[in-house]
């Protein structure tokens, strides 16, 4: 089972919902960190790392002995990582997307990979809790290439929970891709209603199954549960705004700690999505 949190905009409690289902669970769950820009599911759950790497993506690098300077390579490239110009060729490793496009039409196999430096990658426990996070370097642009390395290390027989970034740009999409199940998670006033439509007509295009939490479901108005209807987009779980749920969210700690009797509803909460996707 892949399960992605996921909201259309940051702050509506889409790390609170990932992390107390995960600690709910207790285990054969691994947690998968996708805010790869800014992961703070480390910040609840407290994992003991076991394991670093440095994560590389494949740029091209140019044999300019070989090189005849047929601008094919360039030509292939959407991306504009690679200029030829006259007997002159450089290349942008920053604005490549590792297609591999350029080596293919090379005729002269002039064209061979190197690594470009993404982030890291942290593995690890939180007593039974499996997981795994990736932290972008400082300056690189692109995310989705560590947000899919990050997800490789998704296992099978498992309950994989995805905390995906915010939004619904291309680092939000590759961390939906091909999951079991999207749990949406709003908050009932205007921006939150209008982020979350945003992020529904993307998780319609993956052709994902999907469901709503909402988060301070006391406050607002009644918009955000008239368009759930609407959309027939099944309301799995309201969380209330709680002085004690923000002071356990504001000290590190998770609301199953704090008030066990959220276990139930989280543990809940969890089979509701094992019946949708049946």
Known sequence: MIISIASGKGGTGKTTVATNMAFALGKDVQILDCDVEEPNVHLFLHPEIENRTVAFTPVPEIDKAKCTYCKKCSDICRFNAIAVLNDIILTFPELCHSCGGCMEVCPEKAITETGRELGVIERGK????????????????????????????IVDNMINIIDAPPGTSCPVISAMKKVDYVVMVTE???????????????????????????????????????????????????????????????????????????????????????????
Do not use: C
């Not at 002071?247 to 959220?262: H, I, T």
């Open 188 to 278: 009932p006033t205007p921006f939150g209603l209008h982020d979350l439509k945003l992020a529904v007509e993307a998780v319609k295009l993956l052709g994902v199954p999907r469901g709503l939490v909402i988060n301070r479901s006391d406050i607002g108005n009644h918009d955000v549960k008239e368009y759930a209807q609407k959309e027939d987009l099944p309301i799995l779980m309201e969380i209330p705004f709680d002085r004690k749920i923000a002071e356990a969210y504001s000290n590190g700690k998770m609301m199953v700690q704090e008030m066990p009797e959220w276990k139930e509803a989280f543990l809940a909460l969890y089979r509701k999505i094992e019946k949708l996707v049946g």
């Open 126 to 153: 939180s007593g039974d809790i499996r997981f795994t996070h990736g932290r972008l370097r400082v300056g690189e642009a692109m995310s989705p290439p560590l947000i899919k390395k990050v997800r490789s290390f």
